[in-house]
């Protein structure tokens, strides 16, 4: 199986920069830093209004698609909580109905190796692209052993979140 038989992939795009109603709004625009840290993307650096989610239709994610980051650093891995969208340097999984959203984040982290394989191969930046990115071969077991295996790293990954909040 390969990463893009697991759902639909989509490229992030950045609104214009030079329109400013497309900025400061309430939608989150992921970035590659907003996704070095927990599992959930629970907030972003920089966020786009309306006008800039409609200027960048194409690019919207749901809330629990799977961010990786295949520009420069590649391999960082976030899952949305909201409607969003993200930056070129991103390729989104929106996880079909056959495989568990939990699951494939967990699958695409332990990917890191494979991932820092494709930096330093170029003399300019690192770059994973859309095509190369889906055509990645990963071993994917039945719907219920993903959710199995998801539910317990989740736990985890939950133990974890609550332990770093502030007290």
């Excluded at 038989?5 to 400061?24: E, Q, R």
């Excluded at 190796?113 to 071993?139: A, H, M, R, W």
Aim: glycine fraction near 8%; charge should be neutral.
């Amino acid at each position: 199986m390969h990463l893009g038989d697991l759902g639909k992939i989509v490229t992030g795009k950045t609104p214009s920069t030079k329109n400013s109603a497309f900025w400061d709004g309430t939608v989150p625009f992921v970035t590659p830093k907003d996704i070095q840290g927990l599992k959930h993307i629970e907030q972003t650096e920089r966020y786009i209004t309306k006008d800039g989610l409609g200027a960048v239709k194409g690019s919207i994610i749901p809330p629990k698609a799977v961010c990786v980051s295949c520009i420069g650093n590649i391999g960082y891995v976030g899952m949305t909580t909201v409607e969003c969208v993200s930056n070129q340097q991103i390729n989104s999984i929106i996880v079909n109905e056959d495989n568990n959203a939990d699951f494939v984040y967990y699958l695409i982290k332990s990917l890191w190796p494979l991932f820092k394989n494709y930096e330093g191969q170029s003399t300019t930046l690192s770059i994973l692209n859309k095509t190369q990115f889906s055509k990645i071969e990963v071993d994917v077991p039945d719907l219920k052993a993903q959710e199995r295996i998801a539910a317990i790293l989740s736990s985890i990954d939950e133990k974890i979140a609550i332990n770093q909040k502030p007290a």
